[in-house]
């Protein structure tokens, strides 16, 4: 699987947009990007996956870009809620052993006040 | 609308003691993970089941054993605790397995300490 580069912390005002980026320059064709979060020490949380098309939730978007070396998670309305750690996850679509999402260790966003 | 339940919440063992953390889906999922999580590190995959009966080795497996008992249920058991088994251990589970373009859900953890 590509490895991941995140930035290891970040600030949000509380109502702007969060745009968590994420570097994995050694993705290939066939690998998806995962987002998760894990808010205080609870199990991970799912948020988004895409391909090479951006994508869009209930709670984030995901831009990839053009070449696929590089992503930005995008919460538009940053809560306090939304403090958490935030995985940046590249994984094969099919082949090789399942279920084996590496996580690194994340990006730590803190929206304030 | 349970998810993934694990019990126990927390377990403080003595080294050398056994014990079987437990997990259970409700949402009909054929794939399931143990990870283990120590202070800030990420999440780094022990076992897991990509279907009911069977049953494959992650990163970390030693020190560790696994039972998928049913489609629902996934146990992790610790045969002779170590210190170094000290940490948050996660299940979760995913419609298939997670790259098959599927999202996979966690429970809330079990922290267990081995003095």
């Known amino acids: 699987d590509a490895k991941t580069t995140q930035p290891p912390s970040m600030d949000c005002a509380e109502g702007r947009a969060a745009n968590l980026p994420c570097n994995h320059s050694t993705i290939s064709g066939n690998e998806y990007v995962y987002w998760y979060r894990q808010i205080h020490s609870q199990g991970p949380q799912y948020i988004i996956h895409?391909?090479?098309n951006n994508e869009t939730n209930e709670m984030a978007s995901l831009i990839i870009t053009e070449d696929r070396k590089s992503s930005t998670l995008i919460l538009p309305h940053a809560t306090l809620r939304d403090t958490a750690v935030y995985y940046c996850?590249?994984?094969?679509?099919?082949?090789?052993?399942?279920?084996?999402?590496?996580f690194g260790k994340g990006t730590k966003l803190s929206v304030k006040p | 609308n349970a998810g993934v339940t694990q019990t126990p919440k927390f377990q403080v063992l003595k080294t050398g003691q056994s014990m079987t953390l437990q997990c259970a889906q409700d949402m009909n999922h054929n794939s399931m993970y143990w990870y283990r999580q120590d202070p800030g590190m990420g999440l780094r995959l022990i076992y897991y089941s990509a279907s009911e009966g069977t049953t494959d080795k992650g990163e970390v497996p030693n020190g560790y054993n696994v039972s998928r008992l049913n489609k629902r249920e996934f146990s992790l058991r610790l045969e002779s605790a170590a210190p170094s088994q000290t940490s948050v251990y996660f299940c979760?589970?995913?419609?298939?397995?997670?790259?098959?373009?599927?999202?996979?859900?966690f429970g809330q953890g079990t922290r267990l300490t081995v003095v």
């Open positions: 895409g391909l090479k």
């Open positions: 979760a589970s995913s419609r298939m397995g997670v790259f098959m373009n599927t999202e996979a859900f």
């Open positions: 996850i590249v994984r094969v679509r099919d082949g090789g052993s399942q279920g084996n999402l590496i």
